[in-house]
């Protein structure tokens, strides 16, 4: 338990220290004239790439966005002007609008986006990639948009053109994939923990690696994971001889996650492993009695389950805590031979519970 906690100190630290040194805080500013549903949702799907670039977010409700006062919008040079401001306005039921201005003034980003069945996932997905590929581009001091006086000239033109002949609007980029294109992310762990072996076993301690790769999605992830670990030998007395038991294991996880907003990301990971055993006989001489025990090796096959939580305290270095299951369908037993009768010296529980905590790398 001191090693563990040790770890998320260590983390913590490193943690502080990534964000303390890392890029200038940024601010967007998002006024939203929609159900106050769409809050929530929306800013489920832009946390996670805003915050990993260094830039917060505020949004809040508006009655009813007013094209003319977004347009005359002019330059914020106060110390704590937001990158951009925008403004989606979602009253009407068969499409959105979005303005996006940064803090200069000097362009107009304006996009459409169709609602063909309210703001669904796809719809929130659409809006939030406009929005990050706007906010990298400005990130890179990259122009978005156009000037404000084709801007005008672009709506005025959509406002004064019949529905049933509406022309495709200018400003309009070609739309966007319906979601953001999933990514591949690596992660790597060091940890510690104990877990209940047996009534005279209930805190083994062990401390291992793992890695892993993910397909990291808009807020799902699935991946694969190998761990690795090596267990303290502990000692179960007995009479009249005990055992001392030693070894490792080794397990493969398939693992399925979710980023949980601030909150972090949970995965839940189910796979195959390996328990390696080392067991030798201690304290078996007896001047009355015959007693035979010979040392052995065993490898018996398990299922592994862990539920996993990954604290949101840096970028590139997390600490996290997991519950882990192993069920060992192989029950075995380790005895001896006294006076020619056998006698169990320990008998491992079938499933075994246990407790970790360590440090993650990577993104």
């Known amino acids: 338990m001191i090693a563990g906690a ?16 890392g890029a200038r805080q940024e601010r967007l500013s998002l006024q939203l004239a929609a159900d106050g549903s769409v809050v929530e949702a929306l800013r489920a799907h832009l946390v996670p790439d805003l915050t990993a670039r260094h830039v917060a977010l505020d949004i809040t409700l508006a009655a009813a966005v007013d094209i003319e006062r977004v347009l005359a919008t002019t330059a914020d040079r106060t110390a704590d002007a937001p990158l951009a401001r925008a403004w989606l306005d979602g009253r009407d039921p068969q499409a959105a609008f979005l303005f ?15 609602l063909k069945s309210g703001f669904d996932e796809v719809a929130l997905a659409e809006v939030a990639y406009i929005i990050e590929r706007a906010v990298a581009s400005l990130l890179a001091a990259e122009p978005i948009g156009v000037p404000p ?14 529905p049933a002949a509406a022309p495709p609007v200018t400003v309009v980029a070609p739309a966007p994939p319906a979601s953001a294109p999933a990514r591949l992310a690596f992660d790597g762990a060091a940890f510690a923990g104990v877990a209940a072996w047996a009534s005279g076993a209930s805190a083994v301690l062990s401390a291992g690696l793992s890695g892993g790769v993910e397909r990291v999605g808009t807020t799902a992830r699935v991946g694969l994971t190998l761990a690795v670990a090596g267990r303290e030998s502990f000692d179960v007395t007995g009479a009249p001889t005990g055992v001392r038991v030693g070894g490792g294991d080794v397990r493969l996880l398939l693992t399925v996650g979710r980023t949980l907003g601030d909150w972090g990301v949970g995965r839940v990971g189910v796979g195959p492993g390996l328990v390696i055993s080392r067991v030798e006989p201690v304290g078996g001489t007896s001047a009355t009695r015959t007693i035979e025990a010979q040392p052995r090796t065993d490898f018996d096959p398990m299922l592994a389950v862990v539920a996993r939580w990954d604290i949101p305290l840096g970028q590139l270095v997390r600490p996290f805590i997991a519950a882990t299951v192993d069920v060992v369908p192989v029950r075995g037993e380790y005895t001896a031979t006294v006076n020619g009768t056998s006698r169990t010296l320990l008998a491992p529980w079938p499933v075994r519970p246990g407790f970790l905590a360590g440090i993650a790398f990577g993104r």
């Open 149 to 162: 006086a084709e801007a005008r000239a672009a709506l005025a033109q959509v406002s004064s053109t019949p």
């Open 6 to 21: 040790t770890l998320v100190l260590i983390a913590t630290t490193l943690a502080a220290a990534d964000g303390a040194g």
């Open 100 to 114: 996006m201005i940064p803090r200069q003034a000097d362009r107009v980003l304006v996009r459409k986006v169709p």
